[in-house]
């Protein structure tokens, strides 16, 4: 027989107190509780009717997360700088003298005073090195959007761990109010018998004691309630102290134990597509370099103009020149060469970095599969037998009490024994639930 009706068979005897004790789902009646301990101090708690299922926290997180904002700019700044790649130098223009004579020297001819010169220089890039750099600019971008996403998979993780310590935090105040419910019968049964000789008055005092114990774990368990809701009101870029509530129905998904591939980790995670991406850039840095054996032009025009005017009947002079570099001499390739062997030396090291990374997380995956099926046998064995067995010890000691065949410290034990177990599987379920949340760190889901 469930301890329920076995309690509620003792409420007759409690006709002659006022307050009416309740067992129903929900708080303790506060006039009760202020009676048994007066000098308690029940915070201030707001329970709004808003409710926050973890979608809508994730998304919020998504939408709203400063620490998720520079990932665009710095993707946008890199597109930016990639069209810069397109520009020419600016031209160069010069003013100066040609074939003049120095000064305080004796000119005997008139078209011996030389010409004043006007020059205009321009640069023309060779198209495929704008076309490498930009392409390579370009990756940077795609590099900068995949590190957003582990920022993102690290942020979602930190508030499902929030949420999930919230769930058991608000079973833990499910139990405790039961319990405190349980030990103003007790109390108030042992102020009704002390009068008759039918108990002590250690046992008065004993059932008190237990009850400023309960407030205790009360205020705890609010204070960290209010700590995680703090904690994903910051997440989510709301004021901390706006108060909202979680959806207590939702149950995480037990995770499947088939053990992903190595490919499809790499498929999933992001810290794994970032270094894809960082190898892509690293190619096309490659290419950037490899251009750079490409000649880069320059066109020159000078025009001349002579100091001794028309009537010597010197002509004006002008001159073009076109010139084209040689990068391929051994002096000036040295440099893009030692970059390029150098690129592909850091590719390759990635390369092994990635993979180790791969293994890695496939281990760690596996490990946590074993975790999270042994503890969910532990919690089945809590849910099924250890609980169900010690709440029967406590109603036989209750209906044992009842019929004045047993000691108000024989009941208390036996509550205090069911409670401990209780409090123990909520600390494993929330062991449990950030199993799931790491195993769902890794894979990304």
């Known amino acids: 027989m469930s301890w329920r009706p076995r309690t509620k068979r003792l409420l007759p005897a409690l006709i002659c107190l006022t307050t009416?004790?309740?067992f129903g789902q929900g708080l303790p009646d506060r006039r009760s509780a202020d009676a048994v301990t007066p000098d308690r101090v029940t915070p201030d708690r707001v329970t709004p009717?808003?409710?926050?299922?973890?979608?809508?926290?994730?998304?919020?997180?998504?939408?709203?997360n400063p620490l998720l904002k520079p990932f665009g700019s710095r993707a946008a700044a890199a597109r930016a700088y990639a069209e810069g790649a397109r520009s020419w130098m600016a031209p160069m223009?010069?003013?100066?003298?040609?074939m003049a004579p120095y000064p305080m020297q004796m000119v005997m001819d008139e078209r011996d005073r030389g010409y004043g010169m006007i020059s205009v220089e321009q640069d023309i890039p060779n198209p495929a090195k704008q076309r490498a750099?930009?392409?390579?600019?370009?990756?940077?971008a795609d590099v900068e959007q995949a590190g957003r996403g582990v920022t993102l998979n690290r942020l979602r993780a930190d508030a499902k761990q929030l949420y999930f310590d919230w769930l058991v935090l608000e079973k833990r105040r499910g139990v405790l109010a039961e319990n405190r419910r349980i030990l103003q019968l007790m109390k108030r049964l042992a102020d009704i018998r002390y009068p008759y000789q039918q108990g002590s008055l250690s046992n008065v005092y004993k059932a008190e004691g237990r009850l400023y114990e309960l407030d205790n774990m009360v205020t705890m368990t609010d204070a960290e309630i209010a700590r995680k809701q703090i904690g994903l009101n910051t997440l989510m870029n709301r004021p901390t102290n706006e108060a909202f509530r979680i959806d207590t129905t939702y149950r995480p998904a037990a995770p499947t134990q088939v053990l992903p591939t190595t490919d499809e980790i790499g498929s999933v995670r992001s810290d794994i597509r970032r270094m894809d991406r960082k190898i892509l850039s690293m190619q096309a840095g490659i290419e950037a370099q490899k251009a750079q054996a490409r000649p880069d032009f320059r066109l020159r025009f000078d025009h001349m103009q002579p100091f001794?005017?028309?009537k010597s009947m010197m002509p004006t002079q002008f001159t073009l020149m076109?010139?084209?570099?040689?990068?391929?001499?051994?002096?000036a390739s040295q440099m893009y060469k030692a970059e390029i062997k150098g690129m592909q030396l850091d590719i390759e090291a990635m390369r092994y970095e990635r993979e180790g990374m791969l293994v890695e997380t496939q281990g760690m995956v596996a490990q946590m599969l074993t975790d999270i099926k042994?503890?969910?046998?532990?919690?089945d064995n809590y849910e099924r037998r250890v609980i169900p067995t010690l709440r029967k010890n406590y109603d036989t000691q209750l209906i044992a009490y009842e019929q004045n065949k047993g000691e108000l410290p024989m009941v208390i034990d036996a509550w205090e024994t069911l409670n401990m177990t209780q409090m123990d599987y909520l600390t494993r379920l929330g062991d449990y639930y950030r199993m799931i949340v790491s195993y769902e760190r890794e894979l990304e889901k």
């Open 20 to 22: 009416h004790i309740g």
């Open 49 to 64: 009717d808003r409710v926050f299922p973890l979608d809508s926290v994730l998304a919020r997180i998504d939408q709203n």
């Open 93 to 98: 223009v010069g003013v100066g003298t040609f």
């Open 133 to 140: 750099t930009r392409i390579f600019q370009q990756s940077k």
């Open 308 to 310: 001794s005017g028309v």
């Open 322 to 331: 076109g010139m084209i570099s040689i990068p391929i001499v051994p002096w």
């Open 374 to 379: 042994t503890m969910r046998t532990q919690l």
